[in-house]
């Protein structure tokens, strides 16, 4: 079990271009959630699938964010047109090993700059 | 709906001392009830959880939580700080079998006194 990974796990930016993030989650985990986080404040939930299936999508998922889970197993998250106030920590968690699937393994995060 | 405060976003304590970290939720269903902590520069680790089994919940590090639904808390405890136990504390409610989407609180960032 390699745990949760994501990449990149920095990423700096210029207001305007494109920026993708990758997670990997636990291989025998069907749900994958994605998280930001500002500094100071505690994770907001964005999104999530169960296997390739987006179920759920918060407001805070403007129409510049999207993510897909193409196969079911990694995901990506794409921000178009970054903003100043995209800069943030966006992690990735997965879970499904439990009988109600209720415990989520969280990765590093992918710290995101926007100049 | 679901919605966590955490009281006090810093707490400072000396090492062997109590520490104690509040965190109170709403839930419109029973909820299930985390704490996560985080390192700097560092994802969630999960150090407990209650899923309506037994109240008083043990987990990793020597912590424990009591779930007290009359009071609507779920306050961390341990009984004597380390020093590596300075990082910062999430307290996650979900909406239990109803869902998994995690709300989380503002976290309180402990600090260990020599």
């Known amino acids: 079990d390699t745990g949760v990974s994501q990449d990149p796990r920095h990423k700096i930016t210029k207001r305007g271009q494109n920026v993708t993030f990758r997670c990997d989650p636990i291989?025998?985990?069907?749900?994958l959630y994605w998280y930001r986080q500002t500094l100071g404040q505690g994770p907001e939930f964005l999104t999530y699938?169960?296997?390739?299936?987006?179920?759920?999508k918060s407001r805070l998922l403007s129409d510049r964010f999207s993510a897909e889970r193409p196969k079911g197993s990694f995901s990506t998250l794409e921000i178009q047109r970054t903003e100043q106030g995209d800069s943030a920590m966006y992690l990735c968690a997965s879970s499904g090993v439990d009988r109600l699937q209720e415990t989520q393994y969280f990765g590093p995060g992918t710290r995101l700059l926007v100049l | 709906a679901q919605s966590v405060t955490q009281l006090g976003s810093h707490v400072s304590v000396s090492e062997g001392a109590l520490v104690l970290l509040r965190c109170n939720y709403s839930?419109?269903?029973?909820?299930?009830l985390f704490w996560y902590v985080q390192y700097p520069n560092q994802g969630l680790q999960l150090l407990l959880k209650y899923t309506s089994a037994a109240t008083l919940v043990k987990g990793i590090n020597g912590f424990e939580a009591e779930f007290k639904k009359s009071e609507t808390s779920f306050h961390l405890t341990k009984p004597s700080a380390h020093m590596s136990d300075a990082a910062e504390y999430f307290c996650a409610v979900s909406l239990g079998a109803a869902g998994n989407k995690l709300t989380f609180g503002g976290g309180t960032r402990v600090l260990v006194k020599p």
């Open positions: 291989s025998e985990h069907n749900r």
């Open positions: 699938f169960q296997n390739e299936a987006q179920l759920e």
């Open positions: 839930s419109s269903v029973p909820p299930y």
